[in-house]
């Protein structure tokens, strides 16, 4: 069955350093894919989403690019700030319309601190 | 508030007990999805439905758990006869017929 990989934390970063939490996917078709974040006592949120290869979703200067030969989905931020500490989902639908059961990762970590 | 609302936020209870869980969806979303987050995992699916139809049930849904939306709005989670395991957060999402599933804030599960 479909499946999402994503590295494991927890990620411990300066305040302004780089970003990459790397995801990776396995699916028959044509998925779409999403990164969605959970801050500390709050629910999931969608961050960014892409629904073909190719694509760039972005969103509060977060990005991620959907690359179909490497299946690969990773996350990116240039400089993050302390509020950005949360744990991150890559997710995939097997649906190009994302309106059929998410596939996630198990999450990743990020602390950012000042 | 718009989004997706799930009641109660916190539950405890003695194993055996049975527990119902509510989610309301944002009110023009026809689809409505049941997840469950264990520590330290990603959500993982166990229904969903358009309108009142169930479309799938997930493995994952032993015969003791049991969904319901019988008018198309708001759903129940059912898990009866509880067990420890079944410790978790249920995770409500919904969405329209074309487009991104939302999160409610969960409902948080404990069995003793």
């Known amino acids: 069955g479909d499946s999402v990989t994503q590295m494991e934390g927890p990620v411990t970063l300066s305040e302004e350093a780089f970003l990459t939490i790397n995801c990776t996917y396995t699916a028959t078709g044509y998925p779409s894919l999403f990164w969605y974040v959970q801050y500390p006592g709050e629910g999931l949120q969608l961050l960014l989403k892409a629904t073909k290869a190719d694509d760039k979703g972005s969103n509060k200067g977060f990005e991620a690019t959907y690359r179909k030969e490497t299946t690969s989905f990773h996350l990116e931020k240039g400089s993050v700030q302390v509020s950005d500490s949360a744990v991150y989902f890559c997710?995939?639908?097997?649906?190009?319309?994302?309106?059929?059961?998410?596939?996630f990762g198990k999450g990743t970590r990020l602390s950012v601190i000042a | 508030d718009t989004g997706v609302s799930q009641d109660p936020r916190h539950k405890i209870t003695k194993r055996g007990q049975n527990v119902t869980f509510r989610c309301d969806p944002i009110s023009e979303h026809n689809r409505l999805y049941w997840y469950r987050q264990t520590l330290g995992q990603g959500p993982e699916f166990l229904t969903y439905?358009?309108?009142?139809?169930?479309?799938?049930k997930s493995r994952l849904l032993s015969d003791r758990f049991s969904a319901e939306r019988p008018k198309g709005s708001f759903s129940t989670l059912e898990i009866q006869r509880t067990e420890q395991g079944d410790s978790a957060m249920y995770l409500c999402?919904?969405?329209?017929?074309?487009?991104?599933?939302?999160f409610g804030p969960g409902t948080r599960l404990l069995v003793l």
């Open positions: 439905f358009q309108n009142e139809a169930q479309l799938e």
């Open positions: 999402a919904s969405s329209p017929q074309v487009g991104t599933q939302y």
């Open positions: 997710a995939l639908t097997d649906s190009g319309e994302g309106n059929t059961p998410l596939v």
